[in-house]
């Protein structure tokens, strides 16, 4: 990874890598999702049916996926789906109690920010700097599409991105604690944190 050409930052990501993009999802946040998506080959087979390319930035080697950044607008999200995805993914059943779940830590679109919907890097890449890459090109996304800031939520047990985070211009502005929530999504509480779009 550290020879020939540097990865490059592409809207989107190609069709024929949508399989890697669920699984560095699913890498990513599995500890999160991972108890109510799981286990990890149905929760990225749900994750292959629903991430939405127009609402991705992708770093591209050699038309090799290494990282994603995703984002939420109120046109859609890269994790959109819903109903008919999860039902076909789980069943009647465990659709019903997977949605109640999950609703309780969907995050709504605000006017005028740009909602990040995460964002993971390879193993194999990290270090090469594509996560702060992939972040200020989400920051230029929400300004092209005239968004005036960015939202992220990160959770207490990622310091590392955290501090990319504060590198980045992103500030502090509210925490959410989880209270009996976090023994199911792996997490105590969120710091949501925002930054000017570029």
Known sequence: MTEGPVPQIHPGFPEDQRAVAAALYWQAFETKLGPVLGPAPRGQAFLVDILDPRFAISALHDGRLLGIAGF???????????????????????????????????RDVEAGILLMDGICVAPAARGLGLGTQLLRAVRSEAGRRGLGRVRLDVIDGNPRARALYLREGFVPVGTRRMGPLGAIFGFRHAERMEAPAT
């Open 72 to 106: 939420k607008t109120a046109d859609g999200a890269l994790t959109g789906g819903g109903w008919p995805e999860i039902a076909r993914h789980y069943g009647t059943f465990g659709a019903a109690w997977r949605a109640a779940l999950l609703s309780l830590i969907e």
